[in-house]
């Protein structure tokens, strides 16, 4: 039992380096985000320090994820994906998804009035794909400035110059997948046979 504790406790600082990378947050970022100065983050993440309750209560918060995913609890038996909502700039995500790597899903919602903001357009590595559940969303992508509606989705390359805005005075809801650049999601259809049946 010591040594699956420790294996486990080892396997954090690993686990919070993906973490980080993956929102692409710095060191710094999550240090003003959490109270926790960028050196202990720094030693928590090559695992030359323990972690401990204090340091990854915050750290948890920041990610958005729960204790059992930063220190890979066993699984309870609960298939359901309990969901820990990020705000960041009135935006709210919900991560759908619990794996660190691969293609990442979100539900986001944006507050109504968010659209009267002056576009600023942002260029990150990777690839997004969403669809529009509620609301008008607007999208800035490059020199197109579309307005979608439920039932309608996008896909680009997030190297494109992009941002997103409620189209009107009303929230919008959607869903995004994101991941690292080059992967992109596929629908996948059986193939057609040929007139010989195969």
């Not at 504790?5 to 973490?19: E, I, K, M, N, S």
């Not at 993440?45 to 990610?63: I, M, N």
């Not at 990020?86 to 109504?112: D, E, S, W």
């Amino acid at each position: 039992m010591d040594a699956e504790f420790g294996r486990a406790l080892d396997a954090v600082g690993p686990r919070l380096r993906a973490l980080r990378r993956q929102r692409e947050t710095t060191l710094a970022d999550l240090s003003n985000a959490t109270g926790i100065s960028v050196s202990t983050l720094s030693r928590l993440e090559s695992g030359s320090r323990k972690p401990t309750l204090e340091l990854l209560l915050p750290l948890a918060k920041a990610h958005g994820v729960t204790l059992d995913e930063l220190v890979d609890a066993p699984p309870t038996g609960d298939p359901r994906v309990h969901m820990r909502p990020v705000k960041r700039g009135g935006l709210t995500m919900l991560p759908l998804t619990r794996r660190a790597g691969g293609i990442q899903a979100y539900k986001l919602v944006l507050p109504a009035g968010s659209g009267r903001n002056e576009p600023e357009p942002q260029t990150h590595e990777g690839y997004e794909w969403l669809y529009v559940l509620n609301g008008r969303l607007r999208m800035v992508l490059g020199e197109h400035d579309v307005v979608l509606s439920p039932g309608e989705a996008a896909e680009f390359d997030t190297r494109v110059p992009h941002w997103f805005g409620a189209a009107d005075d009303q929230a919008v809801e959607f869903l995004s997948l994101f991941g690292k650049q080059g992967e992109r999601a596929h629908l996948r259809a059986r193939p057609k046979q040929g007139p010989d049946g195969q």
